[in-house]
């Protein structure tokens, strides 16, 4: 089983819409979470971090925790198509402060 | 605020050869790490290091590769003898000390490799 797991897409959501990234953990004692943003040929871009349950919000980006299910999401509303990249799912391993990466889902904004 | 700077942004050797990547953290950050991606999957976890010490290095990282950070500020990655599997970009990040969870890391542009 994978440590962080995401499913690659792509997801395709029309211009305006919600679109919706989810990501699951292995390691129940992970205590930091955060959403990275890569364009393509690009470096990772930090968008969240969320280190508590329940919902955080920053703009039109909202990151959601549920340590009980070992799962944690980022919302994006009113996507554009700018929003279109690779969004990566990032956890600490509890040791040393390494991040853990899923192998990202690709998110198509349409027109 | 200058971000991470990495140098060369590209580099193209042959199998064989050494390369040497270097990589300048936000000042003020002690915390510096090195990751490698390859197409089409997250970035991993090479090595770390809090000031100049190297706290952690992963199983990934063969005794072909070593990292240095001689006075806590830029550090270097050096690959020897590189074979086609280390085409890849390599990730540098920073990030200051904080003593809850994970720090949040800052990345670099990152060093494109191709070994032919």
């Known amino acids: 089983q994978k440590e962080v797991e995401q499913n690659s897409g792509p997801l395709s959501v029309p211009e305006g819409a919600i679109a919706s990234l989810n990501c699951t953990y292995s390691d129940r004692v992970s205590q930091s979470f955060f959403w990275y943003r890569q364009y393509s040929g690009k470096s990772p871009e930090l968008i969240m971090s969320i280190y508590s349950n329940g919902d955080k919000e920053d703009g039109r980006f909202t990151a959601q925790l549920n340590k009980a299910s070992q799962y944690v999401s980022l919302l994006i509303r009113d996507s554009q198509p700018s929003d279109s990249a690779t969004y990566l799912c990032?956890?600490?391993?509890?040791?040393?402060?390494?991040?853990?990466f899923g192998t990202g889902t690709r998110l198509q904004v349409t027109l | 605020d200058t971000g991470v700077s990495q140098n060369p942004r590209h580099k193209i050797t042959k199998r064989g050869q050494n390369v040497t990547f270097r990589c300048d953290p936000i000042s003020e950050h002690n915390r510096l790490y090195w990751y490698r991606q390859t197409l089409g999957q997250g970035p991993e976890f090479l090595t770390y290091f809090q000031n100049e010490a190297q706290l952690e290095k992963s199983r990934l990282l063969s005794d072909r590769f070593s990292a240095e950070r001689p006075k806590g500020s830029f550090s270097t990655l050096e690959i020897q003898r590189t074979e086609q599997g280390d085409s890849a970009m390599y990730l540098c990040?920073?990030?200051?000390?904080?003593?809850?969870?994970?720090?949040?890391?800052?990345f670099g542009p990152g060093t494109r490799l191709t070994v032919l």
């Open positions: 990040a920073s990030s200051p000390s904080r003593a809850r969870g994970a720090d949040t890391q800052y």
């Open positions: 990032a956890v600490d391993t509890g040791t040393a402060s390494k991040l853990t």
